[in-house]
T-cell receptor, first 116, second 115 residues
Framework: AQKVTQAQTEISVVEKEDVTLDCVYE???????LFWYKQPPSGELVFLIR??????QNEISGRYSWNFQKSTSSFNFTITASQVVDSAVYFC?????????????FGQGTILTVHP | GAVVSQHPSWVICKSGTSVKIECRSL??????MFWYRQFPKQSLMLMAT?????????EQGVEKDKFLINHASLTLSTLTVTSAHPEDSSFYIC???????????FGPGTRLTVT
């Protein structure tokens, strides 16, 4: 069975602060993909990143960065110098192989509020 | 590229009626489509997976006779909520995946309110 845990239900920061959203996953498959999505108030999911299980390189995209550590089954997401527009719900998701191939298992989501 | 649309974006219906939600892949052929449901302040839960031309595979606990899924073409899947009740009020989101692609592309969602 696949499981994704986002321990932080809500995070509140002030603009320009850095914030890290945690994600821990469980799977028995050796091949899997990890994702982060942003869901603004409109509801539409915005794809942020996909990572496969064989690529542990950290990634940076502008103010966003991701830290993937297989040893701790974590895929954390950091926003540097947060902005009000970053306020949204963020979901970490897992797409594993085997009989679950193609299915996305989502974490509970973290509500991020960035105050001006 | 890889745009998925949903129609309608929101719908209000009376208890006992049926509602159909469409999910279309606009610029690619979707061999697999997924339907998710999201209750307020909760995560997305997969309801079913449909492959073009095949019957949908439902997740445990999802009533297949209540949530009818049809994936009749490579660009269209429909979800029909039959005899809707207030507890079916939710945000329904579809996603589509093309042949040989691992990526899923999400639609904008449909907000269903049953009164």
């Amino acid at each position: 069975a696949q499981k994704v845990t986002q321990a932080q239900t809500e995070i509140s920061v002030v603009e320009k602060e850095d914030v890290t959203l945690d994600c821990v996953y469980e799977t028995r498959d050796t091949t899997y993909y990890l994702f982060w999505y942003k869901q603004p108030p409109s509801g539409e999911l915005v794809f942020l990143i996909r990572r496969n299980s064989f690529d542990e390189q950290n990634e940076i995209s502008g103010r966003y960065s991701w830290n993937f550590q297989k040893s701790t089954s974590s895929f954390n997401f950091t926003i540097t110098a947060s902005q009000v527009v970053d306020s949204a719900v963020y979901f970490c998701a897992l797409n594993a192989g085997g009989t679950s191939y193609g299915k996305l298992t989502f974490g509970q989501g973290t509500i991020l509020t960035v105050h001006p | 590229g890889a745009v998925v649309s949903q129609h309608p974006s929101w719908v209000i219906c009376k208890s006992g009626t049926s509602v159909k939600i469409e999910c279309r892949s606009l610029d690619f052929q979707a061999t697999t489509m997924f339907w998710y449901r999201q209750f307020p302040k909760q995560s997305l839960m997969l309801m079913a997976t449909s492959n073009e031309g095949s019957k949908a595979t439902y997740e445990q606990g999802v009533e297949k006779d209540k949530f009818l899924i049809n994936h009749a073409s490579l660009t269209l899947s429909t979800l029909t909520v039959t005899s809707a009740h207030p507890e079916d009020s939710s945000f329904y989101i579809c996603s589509a995946r093309g042949r040989g692609r691992g990526e899923q592309y999400f639609g904008p969602g449909t907000r269903l309110t049953v009164t």
